[in-house]
């Protein structure tokens, strides 16, 4: 288990970042996560979802533009206030994952794309709750930040920019959590749940970090533009992206996403 540390606490990082962009619109990249592996979890309409930390809104807003139950929350009000001003019929509300409002056994599905990793307390007790939250049988799909080469060079490069003042020891703030493949499964065992896959997944690949390696399209960088579409890399990146991820998987991946149910 590695901690990476910023300049500014996790509730800091994510208030600016959804106060400095726009709601998202509807993910389009059935490809790409998290639609794909939230596609893989939901597989029918028979029962309601929560999306907890659903950010600016990318899978909430195609799951409720196709007419399906789900309830999006997060910890960031901005995120929410956007999400609502944008569309008043979606169902969206600040929440903690430590301490869900929710009755026992409300949930047939539970997705949490890049949620868990953000506590720097308390992580045991927000899987207990998405455990108790979720039906017999229901399904969770969630991401975590991996312990690995790739989050290392990220890490790294992250603390290139920051300024001296910023990287005294009294200024670093916990940013981020990062488990292995191992402690990332034992978290969820522990909790009850049957796993039935996890993956070693690219969400943001560190050749997307230099636009040499980006599609033609995507050079200026474009968040909005990215979450909708995933972000793509040109044929070159793609190739070396592709040969990383086959060859060391495990080391090359910035998230695993673990698919798992609550058994009856």
């Known amino acids: 288990m590695r901690v990476t540390y910023r300049s500014r606490s996790v509730k800091e990082y994510w208030a600016k970042r959804w106060a400095d962009i726009p709601a998202d619109k509807p993910m389009e990249n059935r490809n790409a996560y998290p639609l794909k592996y939230a596609e893989m979890t939901v597989t029918a309409r028979d029962g309601p979802i929560l999306e907890a930390g659903c950010g600016a809104g990318r899978i909430l807003r195609y799951y409720h533009e196709r007419g399906y139950d789900i309830l999006g929350m997060d910890f960031i009000d901005v995120a929410i206030d956007k999400l609502r001003k944008i569309d008043p019929t979606l169902k969206a509300e600040v929440g903690d994952i430590t301490q869900l409002r929710y009755a026992d056994e409300t949930f047939r599905y539970f997705l949490a794309f890049g949620l868990y990793h953000n506590l720097e307390a308390g992580l045991n007790r927000a899987i207990a709750e998405t455990y108790r939250v979720l039906r017999k049988n229901g399904r969770v799909c969630a991401s975590f930040r991996a312990d690995n080469i790739q989050t290392r060079l990220t890490d790294w490069l992250a603390d290139r920019r920051v300024k001296a003042r910023d990287a005294a020891e009294g200024a670093r703030a916990f940013h981020k959590m990062n488990l292995t493949r191992g402690e990332y499964e034992a978290l969820f065992a522990r909790a009850g749940f049957a796993i039935e896959a996890v993956y070693p997944v690219e969400n943001m690949p560190i050749l997307y970090k230099f636009a040499f390696f980006r599609a033609s399209d995507h050079k200026v960088f474009d968040e909005n533009k990215a979450r909708k579409e995933g972000y793509r890399l040109s044929w ?22 673990l698919i798992a149910h609550k058994p009856a």
């Open 236 to 257: 070159m990146g793609k190739a070396l992206q592709n040969f990383l991820m086959r060859a060391f998987p495990d080391q090359f991946c910035n998230i695993y996403v």
